[in-house]
T-cell receptor, first 114, second 115 residues
Framework: DAGVIQSPRHEVTEMGQEVTLRCKPI?????LFWYRQTMMRGLELLIY????????DSGMPEDRFSAKMPNASFSTLKIQPSEPRDSAVYFC????????????FGDGTRLSIL | AQTVTQSQPEMSVQEAETVTLSCTYD???????LFWYKQPPSRQMILVIR??????QNATENRFSVNFQKAAKSFSLKISDSQLGDAAMYFC????????????FGKGTKLSVKP
């Protein structure tokens, strides 16, 4: 079975540009999570969805960040405008709705803002 | 708030030897789950092992096993017969049972395997 699919794998863009990261969760999974990984702060949860509805976005750093899940098989994380401090690896993960079910991660998107 | 602490930023092990990675956590909950994830240089996050807090038996997955000490809030990972492919960052993570919440990760331990 296919795992969580993220695109692009790498993204390099200039400051001020809009960046869109994409995620396809594992089919049948009810939960979708967006994480950011940096050397300084480690892995941080940005937002998560349940059945396409955003449940907790308290980890979204600023209004420049937004996330959507228009259907069960697709989610986007958008940064507009991007800044150099947004450079990080962004992970998408999905899981089944049963307590304690493990989250399955995509390969991540390495984002570099110049 | 729950916290997860990995006190060893880096560890090293000789190939074929055994190594133990430490993890402690802080919670007032009785129902929770603990995980170890592996992140090799390819940056994938790979689930290694999972432990339910209500189970006293330590989880095992082939060469990987845990020592779960609930009273001490300790959850260490033992890797037996270490292989070169075990070299990676290892993250300990906590999940509160019955919640719809997120994983709380430790800062990670970088494991090197010497041939």
């Amino acid at each position: 079975d296919a795992g969580v699919i993220q695109s692009p794998r790498h993204e390099v863009t200039e400051m001020g540009q809009e960046v869109t990261l994409r995620c396809k969760p594992i089919s049948g999974h009810d939960y979708l999570f967006w994480y950011r990984q940096t050397m300084m702060r480690g892995l941080e949860l940005l937002i998560y969805f349940n059945n396409n509805v955003p449940i907790d976005d308290s980890g979204m750093p600023e209004d420049r960040f937004s996330a959507k899940m228009p259907n069960a098989s697709f989610s986007t994380l958008k940064i507009q405008p991007s800044e150099p401090r947004d450079s990080a690896v962004y992970f998408c993960a999905s899981s089944l709705y049963r307590s304690g079910q493990p989250q399955h991660f995509g390969d991540g998107t390495r984002l570099s803002i110049l | 708030a729950q916290t997860v602490t990995q006190s060893q930023p880096e560890m090293s092990v000789q190939e074929a030897e055994t190594v133990t990675l430490s993890c402690t956590y802080d919670t007032s909950e009785s129902d929770y789950y603990l995980f170890w994830y592996k992140q090799p240089p390819s940056r994938q996050m790979i689930l290694v092992i999972r432990q339910e807090a209500y189970k006293q038996q330590n989880a095992t997955e082939n060469r990987f096993s845990v020592n779960f000490q609930k009273a001490a809030k300790s959850f260490s990972l033992k890797i037996s017969d270490s292989q070169l492919g075990d070299a990676a960052m290892y993250f300990c993570a906590y999940f509160r049972g019955g919640s719809q919440g997120n994983l709380i990760f430790g800062k990670g331990t970088k494991l090197s395997v010497k041939p």
